[in-house]
């Protein structure tokens, strides 16, 4: 288990804070155009679908970037590439059609769910980390259920819409309760 170093704590979590909270928006915005688009597979929607993990990637590296002082960000990095590869993956999977994009939005979701888990419980010293924790945990059982739903009959993407907006709101509460830290710089 990495130790946080306590000075940066307060650095840390203001950065956080500030990501989370875009983090939340771009989530909202996001599903909300991907509900538009959701029973059909066409070019917004195949955009969206790459657009939400790039998105991750870039997140995540700002994360890395901004908690480097507090611990590793090893776990951050793993997210990267399973991010960047999700993207190329559901760009490819989107010429053989929803079930073939559902299967590997819901991979990357168990994935992502996990190393989110670890990461927030690896900085749970920080504070504002049990929402991160759930949403980890919550990730990965929604992944496995993108995964079973490919295999039904009339599969959309609205669930893939559906899932941004409760990852947003965790993000959300995250920043909201990482503020009592970030005050004590």
């Given at each position: 288990?990495?130790?946080?170093?306590?000075?940066?704590?307060?650095?840390?979590?203001?950065a956080l804070r500030r990501l989370y909270?875009?983090?939340?928006?771009?989530?909202?915005?996001?599903?909300?155009?991907?509900?538009?688009?959701?029973?059909?597979?066409?070019?917004?929607?195949?955009?969206?679908?790459?657009?939400?993990?790039l998105f991750d990637v870039i997140a995540?590296?700002?994360?890395?970037?901004?908690?480097?002082?507090?611990?590793?960000?090893?776990?951050?990095?793993?997210?990267?590439?399973?991010?960047?590869?999700?993207?190329?993956?559901?760009?490819?999977?989107?010429?053989?059609?929803?079930?073939?994009?559902?299967?590997?939005?819901?991979?990357?979701?168990?994935?992502?769910?996990?190393?989110?888990?670890?990461?927030?419980?690896?900085?749970?010293?920080?504070?504002?980390?049990?929402?991160?924790?759930?949403?980890?945990?919550?990730?990965?059982?929604?992944?496995?259920?993108?995964?079973?739903?490919?295999?039904?009959?009339?599969?959309?993407?609205?669930?893939?819409?559906?899932?941004?907006?409760?990852?947003?709101?965790?993000?959300?509460?995250?920043?909201?309760?990482?503020?009592?830290?970030?005050?004590?710089?």
């Amino acid at each position: 288990m990495t130790s946080i170093a306590a000075p940066a704590i307060p650095a840390a979590a203001s950065a956080l804070r500030r990501l989370y909270v875009v983090r939340f928006a771009f989530a909202v915005v996001w599903a909300a155009v991907m509900f538009t688009t959701a029973s059909h597979l066409g070019p917004l929607a195949v955009t969206l679908l790459v657009l939400y993990p790039l998105f991750d990637v870039i997140a995540a590296l700002v994360d890395a970037r901004s908690s480097r002082a507090t611990g590793s960000v090893l776990g951050l990095y793993v997210n990267v590439a399973v991010s960047l590869l999700t993207a190329i993956g559901v760009g490819i999977a989107s010429t053989s059609g929803i079930p073939a994009v559902l299967r590997v939005w819901g991979a990357w979701a168990i994935v992502a769910g996990v190393v989110q888990l670890i990461v927030a419980v690896n900085r749970r010293k920080m504070g504002g980390q049990w929402p991160m924790i759930i949403s980890g945990a919550i990730s990965a059982l929604a992944g496995t259920s993108f995964i079973v739903m490919a295999g039904a009959d009339g599969a959309t993407l609205t669930n893939a819409a559906g899932y941004a907006i409760p990852g947003g709101i965790f993000f959300l509460v995250s920043a909201l309760r990482l503020g009592r830290v970030a005050k004590q710089s």
